[in-house]
């Protein structure tokens, strides 16, 4: 019993002083994308395409997600690419494509294509590393065409490497149609 009265406090004292307020957040904390916009431009008026994941409750098995494809790519072109990620669960929706852009030695976008399109990324991180938010779409031949997206988190792992260490953020797969140009 005695031990009991004893161990006791010296428990309570360990487990609360494990336990401050001020700790801070983890580092690998995981973003709510709810929105992964892809706008493609060639310059050329009418050619644009934009590519559009929307996901209302931003939960894998709650309201399904909405993919669409407004436009088609014309082989032959190149385009340049923007990603934006929004989380829509707040008002005002919150831009994660920022929070991407500072955190850009943690993230990387993978862009896995079928062979009429390849993906080359004119961004990099602070270590020379790509970043994926602004891309060049290339695309050779007329056809159907899938591109996934997939945002990986690689905190203190990142290589450059697809698809490298770390957590998924969100991934998504477009259908694209590619008509002759």
């Not at 006791?8 to 336990?19: E, H, K, R, T, W």
């Not at 008026?45 to 894998?60: H, I, K, M, Y």
């Not at 088609?72 to 829509?88: D, P, S, T």
């Not at 203190?156 to 140009?181: A, M, Q």
Request: net charge negative; proline share 4%; charged share 30%.
């Amino acid at each position: 019993m005695k031990i009991s009265r004893t161990f006791f406090p010296i428990l309570v004292a360990a487990f609360s002083a494990g336990c401050d307020k001020d700790d801070p957040k983890p580092v690998n904390e995981e973003e709510l994308i709810t929105t992964l916009t892809v706008i493609l431009e060639t310059g050329e008026p009418e050619e644009g395409v934009v590519l559009r994941f929307f996901d209302e409750d931003g939960a894998s098995g709650g309201i399904a997600p909405i993919v669409t494809v407004d436009g088609a790519l014309k082989a032959g072109r190149e385009y340049a690419a923007v990603i934006e990620l929004l989380n829509e669960t707040t008002d005002p929706a919150e831009d994660i494509t920022a929070e991407i852009a500072e955190e850009a030695d943690d993230h990387l976008f993978c862009f896995s294509t079928s062979e009429h399109i390849t993906v080359s990324y004119d961004d990099e991180d602070s270590e020379g590393r790509p970043i994926g938010l602004v891309t060049t779409w290339s695309v050779s031949n007329a056809g159907d065409a899938t591109v996934t997206i997939r945002l990986r988190h690689q905190h203190g792992t990142k290589t450059g490497e697809c698809p490298g260490g770390g957590d998924t953020d969100i991934e998504v797969t477009f259908d694209l149609v590619i008509e002759e140009g």
